[in-house]
């Protein structure tokens, strides 16, 4: 556990102790999921106590987005991105985080570095420091929508990869188990980012925290945020269908094209292997076989056969 004390007027310092600063101070207590006897170490700073139901919510690493409230408190699960997670499977975990008029709870998986350039930038002084738990939270929730915003550019830079390999007829594409991989992680993504929407919609509704106008809308953006991350989901997965359908179109029209070469190479050989058949029987007596000059007529008729039929499939366009 990692606690930082934030007072008006003072810059952000690590709190060994909570009976230090002035009565309007706050904290920021950031725990480690591994952390499960978190709370009774987190007491003196939250000054109220959780329900055991909270607690267990907060250690569960399958959490889906949620929110609860108390009269003193309130709980919000999220999901943040995976750290290590390839752009090609979108991969989130859950966030908790408890809300009390002198602290900030975040309880994130063991060893992610979700708020670590946070903490850092806060105890160089190099953000300005926050003034009140509402704004702390605020800033908080702007870390896990940062990753997920982020997640997009890869996303996209992977999808067009594909689509040059997919559409390239000189590459045989046999990357459809990714691809279709991709799909089912953003179609998960596309669930959990709307159920986040709806989280975050209720706790504002809800909380008893004082926002005023500018924090307001700094929530509203928070809201933009995740719908972008939700409509680059629904799009990347609609891109993906239309891929997958042009290159089955590209690949029927080049069937196409090869069976109708070969249609029209067999249409050209009938006659001549007509002809060929005929004159190669072994009959006695049949025209042009026993005259010097019968091969040379039968050239010039397969010539002018082969000559009749290309003019006429390109009359016809098939050519």
Known sequence: ????????????????????????RFFWLDVER?????????????????HDRHVQDTLNDTHPPYYDGMDDYDLLVVRALHPDCPPRAPE????????????????????????????QRFLAS?????????????LLLDQVT??????????????TQWQERLLDPDHKFDDWQPLMGLRGGLRRLEAIIEAQMDAVDEWR??????????????????????????????????????????????????TNEILRFLTILSAV??????????F??????????AAWYGPWILIGVMLLLVSGLLLWFRRLRWL
Request: hydrophobic share 40%; aromatic share 8%; charged share 20%.
């Open 1 to 24: 556990m990692r606690i930082l004390q934030f007072e008006p007027g003072c810059p952000p310092e690590l709190a060994a102790t909570e009976t230090t600063g002035g009565n309007d």
């Open 34 to 50: 591994s952390e499960s006897d978190w709370q009774e170490k987190a007491l003196p700073w939250l000054r109220v106590r959780l």
């Open 92 to 119: 989130t975990r859950p966030v908790a985080f408890i809300l009390t008029g002198t602290a900030v709870v975040s309880v994130r998986p063991p060893g992610d570095p979700l708020f670590a350039k946070l903490h």
């Open 126 to 138: 190099k953000r300005k420091s926050p003034t009140s738990p509402a704004m702390l939270f605020y």
């Open 146 to 159: 940062n990753a997920l915003l982020a997640h997009r550019e890869s996303t996209s830079e992977l999808l």
């Open 205 to 254: 509704e809800q909380t008893s925290s004082p926002l005023d106008a500018s924090l307001a809308v700094r929530y509203n953006d928070l809201q933009e945020h995740l719908r972008r991350v939700y409509h680059h989901a629904v799009v990347v997965q609609q891109d993906i269908d239309a891929l997958v359908q042009i290159y089955f179109s590209a690949s029927a029209q080049r």
């Open 269 to 278: 050989f009938l006659p001549l292997n007509l002809l060929a058949g005929l």
């Open 280 to 289: 190669g029987m072994n009959f006695t007596h049949l025209p042009l076989l």
